[in-house]
């Protein structure tokens, strides 16, 4: 079994920035997408971005393209989030997540391993 635990969360001012980090327990182990995923207060689930490991290919939430980005460093085994500008909108409670198939990386359901969460707070 695979543990994933995030790191890097906290509370910035809007406008400010925040790099995500998720480490996993064991490295390598088999996985083909990445994902990190966010819970704001009183509402569902969202995934904010995945990527489709080994081609790079990147997806992202609406809200978040063009201030956001997921990466991978491959040879740590981590997973990062960079959230630059941030709203207050983007408070959230913040997943990381893995899948062993790369086939739908967007959809939460799809993946295998799954962080506990680290909360980021954005105050006006």
């Known amino acids: 079994q695979v543990e994933l635990v995030e790191s890097g969360g906290g509370s910035v001012r809007t406008g400010g920035s925040l790099r995500l980090s998720c480490t996993a327990s064991?490295?390598?182990?088999?996985?083909?997408?990445a994902g990190w995923f966010r819970r704001r207060p009183g509402m569902e689930r969202e995934t904010v971005a995945s990527l489709v490991t080994g081609i790079d290919a990147t997806a992202y939430l609406k809200a978040v393209e063009g201030r956001f980005t997921i990466s991978e460093d491959r040879t740590k085994g981590i997973v990062y989030l960079k959230m630059n500008n941030l709203r207050p909108e983007d408070t959230a409670m913040y997943y990381c997540?893995?899948?062993?198939?790369?086939?739908?990386?967007?959809?939460?359901?799809?993946?295998?391993?799954w962080g506990h969460g680290t909360q980021v707070t954005v105050s006006s």
């Open positions: 997540a893995a899948a062993i198939d790369g086939a739908a990386c967007w959809n939460a359901r799809h993946y295998d391993y």
């Open positions: 064991r490295y390598p182990f088999t996985h083909n997408c």
